[in-house]
T-cell receptor, first 117, second 112 residues
Framework: EAQVTQNPRYLITVTGKKLTVTCSQNMNHEYMSWYRQDPGLGLRQIYYSMNVEVTDKGDVPEGYKVSRKEKRNFPLILESPSPNQTSLYFC????????????????FGSGTQLSVL | LAKTTQPISMDSYEGQEVNITCSHNNIATNDYITWYQQFPSQGPRFIIQGYKTKVTNEVASLFIPADRKSSTLSLPRVSLSDTAVYYCLVDEELSGNTPLVFGKGTRLSVIA
């Protein structure tokens, strides 16, 4: 089954304790991205990656890191989490557009609810 | 800065047609318009995508006027299960030149 898998589903941690949220897709997608969702603010992009070893900042990258060592994996790293990073996080992936065809639809994971105390 | 503007919320009764309009005055020539649906505690899922005129699939229709400065998602005969947040996204084919910017979405509540 084609899917984007995020782990963990729920995470409670304390300020300053490094954590990693994993994201894996089995569709051979080049494009992967991370979002945070907060009440009243909608989805905001944190980082995205066009392919292996290529990453770029989204709208709200401060306090986050990512890596793309393999095509299927795109972990989100919080080196020193703070309470303002308490949020619902989503990973998404897609094929890149081909000549004459628009960007493919984004496939989203089920989300990771993070609470930083 | 979001490139799209949508109503924050809408209410509808079951069986009615619902139209959600998204404003994107600064849409670029290469931008496509894509709509996503998000149920509580789930990730958004793709509904429909278009460039101009009208697109229809098994879930919805998308109407885009000639100037492309707005688009309307039409959900025929909604049911309670259509209660969700709907996001309009305008982007240049995931080119990677700029981050994707989702708006705040429209919360649709379907009432029995």
């Amino acid at each position: 089954e084609a899917q984007v898998t995020q782990n963990p589903r729920y995470l409670i941690t304390v300020t300053g304790k490094k954590l990693t949220v994993t994201c894996s897709q089995n569709m051979n997608h080049e494009y992967m991205s991370w979002y945070r969702q907060d009440p009243g603010l909608g989805l905001r992009q944190i980082y995205y990656s066009m392919n292996v070893e290529v990453t770029d900042k989204g709208d709200v990258p401060e306090g986050y890191k990512v890596s793309r060592k393999e095509k299927r994996n795109f972990p989100l790293i919080l080196e020193s989490p703070s309470p303002n990073q308490t949020s619902l996080y989503f990973c998404a992936s897609s094929f890149l557009p081909r000549s004459g065809f628009p960007g493919e639809k984004l496939f989203f994971g089920s989300g990771t609810q993070l609470s930083v105390l | 800065l979001a490139k799209t503007t949508q109503p924050i919320s809408m209410d509808s009764y079951e069986g009615q047609e619902v139209n959600i309009t998204c404003s994107h005055n600064n849409i670029a020539t290469n931008d496509y318009i894509t709509w996503y649906q998000q149920f509580p505690s789930q990730g958004p899922r793709f509904i429909i995508q278009g460039y101009k005129t009208k697109v229809t699939n098994e879930v919805a229709s998308l109407f885009i006027p000639a100037d492309r400065k707005s688009s309307t998602l039409s959900l025929p005969r909604v049911s309670l299960s259509d209660t969700a947040v709907y996001y309009c996204l305008v982007d240049e084919e995931l080119s990677g030149n700029t981050p994707l910017v989702f708006g705040k979405g429209t919360r649709l509540s379907v009432i029995a």
